[in-house]
């Protein structure tokens, strides 16, 4: 069946240094990818997003890239601040209405001050 | 708006009881999911609706039923819980499909005993 696969399982950074979290997805027909942010005891929430057509977005501190030959996408966080510190998941779509979401198996990143 | 609801938050079942977890959104979004999160797997699609009367299946559908008739609410109903469906269960909903911002409810953790 389809897959996500997200490294690292968990992460840990100095306050104000980068954090990279990626992604591979197996279903080439995927053409959108969101990013959420999970805290603790909430719902997942979605930080950032980019589809197929687009190779790069950024927002503020947050940027996705997606290389569509290799089937991966990568979720960079700079200047990291203690609020960075959550469970972060990636997720892939087809745009067929018979396809299904799919996530990663999220990432824990924590921010050491 | 209160967003997604979902209640109970917490509930405790023993093997073959059956119980109903409810969803309610006040944001007229016409698509509707429910996901199981368990831990190192990421969140797995269960059940969706594209608008009221309509519903299918997800990737882990086996042991749910759902229906839909408002477009503010999709009830979840285990009609005979098993120690596997223990687990953080989060409805979703979206104006239109999978291929946008999805707003998570805060969950409902499930223990079967």
């Known amino acids: 069946g389809e897959n996500v696969e997200q490294h690292p399982s968990t992460l840990s950074v100095q306050e104000g240094d980068s954090a990279v979290i990626k992604c591979t997805y197996s279903?080439?027909?995927?053409?959108?990818f969101p990013w959420y942010k999970q805290e603790l005891g909430k719902g997942p929430q979605l930080i950032i997003d980019?589809?197929?057509?687009?190779g790069e977005k950024k927002d503020q501190r947050i940027a996705v890239t997606l290389n569509k030959t290799a089937k991966h996408f990568s979720l960079h966080i700079t200047e990291t601040q203690p609020e960075d510190s959550a469970v972060y998941f990636c997720?892939?779509?087809?745009?067929?209405?018979?396809?299904?979401?799919?996530f990663g198996s999220g990432t824990r990143l924590s921010i050491r001050p | 708006n209160a967003g997604v609801t979902q209640t109970p938050k917490f509930q405790v079942l023993k093997t073959g009881q059956s119980m109903t977890l409810q969803c309610a959104q006040d944001?007229?979004?016409?698509?509707m999911s429910w996901y199981r999160q368990d831990p190192g797997m990421g969140l797995r699609l269960i059940h969706y609706?594209?608008?009221?009367?309509?519903?299918d299946q997800g990737e882990v559908p086996n042991g749910y039923n759902v229906s839909r008739s408002t477009t503010e609410d999709f009830p979840l109903r285990l009609l005979s819980a098993a120690p596997s469906q223990t687990s953080v269960y989060f409805c979703?909903?979206?104006?239109?499909?999978?291929?946008?911002?999805?707003?998570f409810g805060p969950g409902t953790r499930l223990l079967v005993l």
């Open positions: 997720a892939a779509v087809g745009y067929s209405s018979a396809s299904k979401i799919i």
């Open positions: 979703a909903s979206s104006y239109s499909g999978q291929q946008e911002a999805q707003y």
């Open positions: 609706s594209v608008g009221a009367g309509i519903t």
């Open positions: 944001m007229n979004h016409e698509y």
């Open positions: 980019i589809r197929s057509n687009v």
């Open positions: 279903d080439s027909a995927s053409n959108y």
